[in-house]
């Protein structure tokens, strides 16, 4: 499992201890926080890990210092974007030089979905029909990533929520929205309350420097993390609740099929 679906999953049902482990786990947060950089540059890595970035990527490059941008994240998931029809080669550079995952358009080659070692992130519109969401949730994905929300946007209205939370339903992934204007806290809050599960800085909120990079990641980190936490024990007992529901159904239309026969 890719560092950022370990994040994903920590995000959606908190630091619940798993199995027999009494590790110590992060504090719950209402939002991951991803820094999309400009470039693929150590010094931006640096910066953006260190004040706070949940996650890391950049344009793929391939005269890009991949391994020294690793190295600089410290440890957080790094991953590359890339565009078009890109097949597995494309990836290869990134997997080797240690990256977490990749995010990519569905235009590219569906051979990439064979990939272990990285993680998969693929785009999304709200517009795609609902057979198409559902096929989504059948591939090896780790995460969506949404339409972004930019300069020209309106506030957040309860259909963009509604338009997210059918998205999420349909396709069963954790999905990541990029912010490409500064968001309020109620508009954060209502990204949460939707189940958005991580927000993307754009490279125009983040600058093309090391000291614009860091207070933009500082900032938004402290508007994450004053944010109250999800209701994660809500949301797994409503999952929990779930499952024998399907149970039973199941075994009422099994019974009322024998019932049909025995009338035979």
């Not at 936490?229 to 399907?246: F, S």
Request: net charge negative; with cysteine.
């Amino acid at each position: 499992m890719s560092k950022l679906a370990q994040q994903f999953r920590r995000i959606r049902f908190g630091g619940a201890q798993v199995g027999f482990t009494s590790a110590p786990s992060a504090p719950d947060r209402a939002l991951l926080l991803v820094a999309s950089l400009p470039r693929c540059a150590p010094e931006l890595v640096a910066a953006a890990a260190e004040r706070g970035a949940d996650a890391i990527m950049f344009p793929a490059n391939a005269g890009a210092p991949l391994r020294e941008a690793v190295r600089a994240a410290g440890g957080r998931a790094v991953g590359a974007r890339f565009q078009g029809a890109v097949g597995p080669d494309a990836l290869a550079p990134c997997r080797e030089a240690g990256c977490d995952f990749a995010v990519f358009d569905l235009h590219a080659e569906a051979a990439i979905l064979a990939e272990r070692q990285l993680g998969l992130v693929a785009g999304v519109a709200s517009s795609w029909e609902d057979s198409l969401l559902r096929a989504l949730g059948e591939l090896p994905l780790d995460a969506l990533e949404g339409e972004p929300i930019n300069a020209g946007s309106p506030p957040l209205r309860i259909r963009d929520l509604l338009r997210l939370r059918r998205m999420l339903a349909l396709a069963g992934r954790p999905l990541m929205v990029p912010a490409e204007r500064d968001l309020s806290r109620a508009e954060l809050e209502a990204l949460t309350r939707g189940g958005v599960d991580a927000v993307a800085l754009a490279p125009g909120l983040l600058g093309d420097s090391a000291a614009a990079v860091g207070g933009a990641v500082a900032q938004w980190r402290a508007a994450i993390d004053a944010l109250p936490a999800r209701e994660l024990r809500r949301r797994r007992e409503r999952a929990a609740a779930t499952l024998p529901v399907a149970g039973l159904r199941r075994a009422e239309v099994e019974d009322e099929e024998d019932e049909d026969g025995g009338d035979e």
